[in-house]
């Protein structure tokens, strides 16, 4: 097992995901026939790079068929990633939103938290979600105070809903985010987030 997690390992750094996908599946193939929850737990980090490494292949449907057994989990937060990209590439909207919110909670302060969040923004807006069940999931991970608030929806609007081109979630979350925050939003917020509101009003034609 060790020599086939250096085998993995090093394939990647040297983007050879070929090789890197047989050595991760064969680890992977040798844990799942241990019944301790310390191999358990190594499957999941094994499955998740094999995963991974056909991902970057663009092997997505193998991808999605090496995850659909496993069981996703705040505790395997690197396998609900992956689990989240395949779902997504392979058209489970659904799926995929509900996995990377298991990653984002599971995350913590892990290497990479900051890709991870930018990526929840990403299938916010990417995603059939709408805003409600956006913020309803992602309220536990920002806060509920309104400054909480105000952060979160702003954030939804502007770099969710704006780069996936929804328009009217990108107002609708900017006039709650004005609303959450009231008279204490930062002077050089306001002019900024009407300004956008505007541009993005007329691309609605209104």
């Known amino acids: 097992p060790l020599t086939l997690q250096m085998m993995g390992s090093y394939d990647f750094l040297v983007g050879d995901f070929a090789s890197a996908e047989q050595a991760w599946s064969q680890l992977t193939a040798k844990e799942a026939k241990q019944k301790s ?5 190594d499957e999941a980090n094994d499955r998740a790079w ?3 490494a056909l991902l970057e292949q663009g092997k ?4 999605v068929a090496a995850v659909k057994d496993a069981t996703i ?7 609900a990633y992956v689990t989240a990209w395949a779902k997504f590439r392979t058209g489970d909207d659904a799926g995929a939103w509900q996995a990377i919110v298991t990653a984002a909670k599971g995350w913590k302060n892990m290497p990479g938290k900051q890709a991870v969040d930018r990526d929840v923004l990403l299938f916010a807006g990417r995603t059939n979600t709408s805003m409600a069940d956006a913020v309803a999931a992602l309220t ?3 806060g ?7 952060q979160l ?4 609007g502007l770099e969710a809903y704006q780069y996936a081109g929804r328009w009217a979630d990108v107002l609708a979350a900017l006039d709650k985010a004005l609303a959450e925050i009231g008279d204490k939003i930062p002077a050089a917020d306001l002019p900024t987030l009407r300004y956008e509101q505007a541009d993005y009003s007329v691309r609605l034609d209104d």
């Not at 929806?153 to 939804?156: G, K, T």
């Open 144 to 150: 509920k105070d309104p400054a909480a608030q105000y």
């Open 73 to 79: 989990s705040e505790k395997t937060p690197e396998l």
């Open 60 to 63: 997505n449907s193998d991808a």
């Open 153 to 156: 929806l702003a954030s939804l």
């Open 140 to 142: 536990p991970m920002y």
């Open 37 to 41: 929850k310390t191999q358990a737990q």
């Open 50 to 52: 094999w995963a991974y």
